[in-house]
């Protein structure tokens, strides 16, 4: 059994030194396959800032057409009214003159009504263009803001493929040390546990899923005639202070 004991423990002693390792990459490869989200979201953010503008300009486009047509129609009023006023001396009544009077002081009204909105309108096209200006600012800044966060979220993505590569390296310098037979044990709990295959006991307890262990499982333990997984969640088991 010395023998055997030893070889297991040397073997649990890999699948340990493989799991710190395997804890790692399942991190580095979290953070690859989580952070390109980040980064999606300040893209969402930044395109309805940019939609806002647009929605800006668009507005301020409208009011400044229709300013335009109200400048159209003062204008046909202003020559309504000189063509009515120049007509004032070819009327043959007092009559038709009366009327032509009161014609002019219609159109008269009708113009300065046009001339009020627009006023009003100038105003609107004021406060339209400070909008789009005050949103164009927030558009640049957001861009600079964004493209340095693409940066470094381009330069940190490197960095963490640079990390997984070193530990995958190491991990390959581990694989050869251990049998086949645990390794493949082992991976398959790796990879259905979210990372964690062989986890050392904590006060009696499993150290992945922290349900209490019998003295029967710590005995068995201690024997080191077979790996002991977990009852709950399948881990292969160790005793920190054994190895
Ligand atoms: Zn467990």
């Known amino acids: 059994m010395a023998v055997a004991g030893q070889n297991l423990k040397d073997q649990i002693r890999k699948l340990v030194e493989l799991q710190v390792v395997d804890e790692e990459i399942f991190r580095f490869k979290r953070e690859l396959r989580d952070k390109p989200a980040e980064l999606d979201v300040l893209k969402t953010e930044f395109e309805s800032k940019k939609n806002r503008l647009k929605g ?48 002019i002081e219609n159109l008269k009204a009708d113009k300065s009504l046009v001339e009020e909105k627009i006023l009003l309108g100038y105003d609107e096209v004021d ?69 964690l295959g ?5 006060d009696h307890a499993c150290g992945g899923c922290f349900m209490h262990l019998t003295e029967q499982v ?11 997984t977990c009852d709950q969640c399948a881990r292969m088991l160790y005793l920190a202070d054994e190895l």
């Not at 164009?136 to 979220?153: N, S």
């Not at 062989?198 to 904590?202: H, Q």
């Open 56 to 103: 800006l300009e668009d507005k301020l486009k409208t009011i400044q057409v229709s300013q335009k047509e109200l400048e159209l129609d003062l204008k046909a009023k202003e020559e309504g009214i000189a063509k009515a006023d120049a007509s004032l001396n070819l009327l043959k009544t007092n009559k038709e003159y009366q009327a032509r009077l009161l014609e």
């Open 198 to 202: 062989i986890v050392k006991v904590v």
């Open 127 to 195: 406060a339209a263009k400070r909008s789009v200006e005050a949103e164009k600012a927030l558009v640049a800044q957001y861009e600079k803001d964004f493209a340095a966060a693409k940066k470094k979220f381009d330069d940190e993505m490197l960095v963490i493929a640079d990390q997984l590569k070193v530990k995958v390296s190491q991990r390959d310098r581990i694989l050869p040390s251990v049998r086949p037979d645990y390794l493949s044990r082992y991976e398959r709990i790796l990879n259905n546990k979210d990372g």
């Open 218 to 228: 710590i005995n068995e333990l201690k024997k080191y005639e077979e790996i002991v």
